[in-house]
């Protein structure tokens, strides 16, 4: 389960002195939400909305400036390692090893957690088939395209079996048919008890896929609750219509 408490996290704008107004660009502001286990729970806000910063401040890769979170009660600024243990994380930019083929990849993350050289070997294997990616498997990941990228993060993510996995909009660049699969995969994944948080800008994704959606706008929460929670608080009938009222904003980004 994650816990997020008024996470905040500002950037220096570049070529800005300290002291100058609006020297900080708010990147988190107050963020607080809750993922629960066996649920799959939607981060969703338009480009710049701060969703990448959220998930990389609860992925212990950058430090909150204020505010707490925990997953399994493990404190991500304090408890550094049991973080890292339990989670799979997909950053937005797949940062996959070129000389590496896709097997190599996934494999050699598997070794980093852990795994056993034949463990290793069998999971990888499951993997490449679940995911689909037998076609390209033993290719260097060199000219990948963005969708077979993709599909060897979200392998890296799930190889060591972690308890909470977070995907930052983990459909880019994914065609229908991958996208249906990597859906029947998260789906499958919340079935067996774990956390899913994943960030989106597609309206449709998120009120597809998600019981639990939590609404950032502009570095805030502007409201947490099931789709149908956030349809009848906003008296909307439609997911897009409800954000709109929700982040009192009709200047979103396209798709949003
Ligand atoms: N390392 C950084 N340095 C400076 N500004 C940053 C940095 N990382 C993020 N920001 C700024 O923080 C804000 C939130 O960015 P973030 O990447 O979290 O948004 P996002 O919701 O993931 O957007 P997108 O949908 O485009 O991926 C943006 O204004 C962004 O420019
Ligand atoms: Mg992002």
């Not at 799959?40 to 990448?52: E, H, Q, R, V």
């Amino acid at each position: 389960m994650i816990v997020a408490n008024d996470l905040r996290k500002c950037f220096k704008r570049p070529g800005v002195r300290k002291s100058a107004k609006n020297s900080d660009i708010v990147a988190v502001d107050n963020v607080s939400f809750t993922a629960d286990d066996g649920s799959i729970t939607g981060l969703l806000g338009p480009n710049g909305a701060g969703k990448s910063t959220t998930l990389r401040m609860l992925a212990t890769l950058v430090s909150p400036d204020s505010g707490t979170a925990t997953i399994d009660g493990a404190d991500v600024s304090g408890d550094v390692l049991a973080v890292r243990k339990q989670l799979g994380f997909m950053p937005h930019n797949a940062g996959i090893y070129p000389r590496l083929s896709a097997r190599e990849n996934i494999h050699y993350y598997a070794r980093l957690c852990g795994l056993g050289k034949q463990q290793a070997q069998e999971r990888v294997g499951q993997l490449i088939e679940q995911l689909d990616m037998k076609g390209f498997a033993d290719r260097r990941a060199a000219g990948f395209s963005q969708g077979q990228k993709t599909k060897v993060a979200l392998g890296r993510a799930l190889v060591h079996r972690p308890q909470t996995i977070m995907l930052d909009e983990p459909t880019n660049g994914l065609d229908v048919m991958a996208t249906r699969g990597l859906r029947e995969i998260i789906r499958q994944l919340a079935g067996d008890g774990h956390c899913i948080l994943f960030s989106s800008h597609i309206m449709q994704e998120v009120a597809a896929l998600c019981d639990h959606i939590a609404i950032i706008s502009a570095g805030r929460i502007a409201m947490e609750d099931t789709l149908q929670g956030i349809l009848t608080r906003t008296d909307q009938t439609d997911l897009e219509d409800a954000f709109v009222q929700a982040t009192g904003s009709a200047t979103t980004e396209q798709d949003v």
